[in-house]
Structures are given as C-alpha cells and as structure tokens.
C-alpha cells in the first residue's frame, strides 16, 4: 500500500513568517499535486509537478518533487492569515493512475 | 461554467440503513471520483467511474457501491452504515478518462453522521 506522510501534522505560525510542509513517500508517483481544503469545503488543487526535481511557484507558495518523485515540499514566504487552512498533498501512483492517494495533511494556522 | 454540486450537504442515519449520495459533475467532465475523509484525515480513494463503468476501486467493502449517469452525474450507495462510516464524503470530477491524474475538482461533500 503506498503511503503518503506529511509532516508537521499543525503549524501555527505568527503572520510574516516562513514555513515548510513536507510530503513524504517510499513510492515513486508519476506526479504529485498540493491542494487547500477550508472547514466545510472540499479540496481545491493549488499546483501539479510531473518532473523530479521540478520547483513551481504560485506567488509566495514554492513547491518541489524531489528526484527521486518520491516526496515534495511546500514552503510558504512571509505568510498572511488568509494562508490558513488544510494543506494536502496527493500522489498519482505509477499503477493506478486513476486512484490519486491523498496525505494525512497539515493544518496550517496563521496568527495575525 | 457550473462547479461539482452534491447532495444532500448533511445527513444523520442510524446504524443498519442504507444511504445514497448525489453529485452532478462540472459541465464537460466525464469522469467522477468518490473519497472518504474522516474527521482531522486525508480523503481517502473511494472509487472512480469513467463513462458510467468503474475504473478502479480503494479499500472499501463491497456495501459501498455507486452509479454514474448518462449525464455523467454520480451516486454513491452505502448498505448496512456503520459507525465509523460517519464522515465527510467528497466527490470530485475530472475532464480526462481512464485515470489520467489530471486535476480534480471537488464538490464541497457531504457530512455523513451514524448514530
């Protein structure tokens, strides 16, 4: 069964801080996507990264594959309150391209 | 362009009854996919339909069922609930086929509780 791990499980952070998310795996996934679940609101997709090593950026989100395409990471710069929510992680597995396994994921909290 | 739509947003079922849940689809995808997301948990990979047939399955017991529509709409079924089936269940659909991993969107669930 392939597994996805994300560390830390909570954050809470002061606003204008830095941060990092990780994802990790055993498997190799053909891509990995990172998504924002908000209480009450399914998960809404942020980024893809298909290419091991690829870092993509969305305004002050970063996000890597490692090389392997085995784990990522996200690291958010100077973070603001509306950066509050669940972060999950989701691998698309080299097998199964249909069954997308998801992360436990971490809950973010943003103090002003 | 309208977005994944489910049905009903909560509902309260006792132990031993049967449950169906709706979603219709985003205009122009044809393919639907039903997670589990127990509570401080990641959704977890109930099943996939592509052009009405099942195109791959998680770790469920057979009691959890589903449909997809001509329309591409969607039902999931769940027989004999269980106390732990309490949870929120999302569905999310895609514009490609045959799993390609491309991007879900996802409706905003439905919040099952079993007493």
């Known amino acids: 069964t392939q597994l996805l791990e994300q560390s830390p499980q909570f954050l809470s952070i002061q606003e204008g801080e830095n941060l990092t998310v990780y994802c990790n795996s055993s498997s190799v996934f053909s891509s990995l996507q990172w998504y924002r679940q908000e209480p009450g609101e399914g998960p809404v997709l942020l980024v893809t990264v298909v290419t091991g090593g690829e870092v993509k950026k969305l305004k002050r989100l970063t996000f890597q594959f490692g090389d392997a395409r085995k784990d990522s990471s996200l690291h958010i710069t100077a973070a603001q309150p509306g950066d509050t929510g669940l972060y999950l992680c989701a691998g698309v597995p080299n097998s199964s391209a249909s069954k997308i396994i998801f992360g436990s994921g971490t809950r973010l909290s943003i103090r002003p | 362009e309208t977005g994944v739509t489910q049905s009903p947003t909560h509902l309260i079922k006792t132990r031993g009854q049967q449950v169906t849940l709706r979603c219709s689809s985003q205009s122009g995808h044809n393919t639907v996919s039903w997670y589990q997301q127990a509570l401080g948990q990641g959704p977890q990979f109930i099943f996939q339909y592509y052009r009405e047939e099942e195109n791959g399955r998680g770790n469920f017991p057979p009691r959890f069922s589903g449909l997809q529509f001509p329309n591409y709409s969607s039902e999931l079924n769940v027989n004999a609930l269980e106390l732990d089936d309490s949870a929120l269940y999302l569905c999310?659909?895609?514009?490609?086929?045959?799993?390609?991993?491309?991007?879900?969107?996802f409706g905003s669930g439905t919040q099952l509780s079993v007493l």
């Open positions: 999310a659909s895609s514009p490609g086929g045959q799993g390609a991993g491309e991007k879900l969107f």
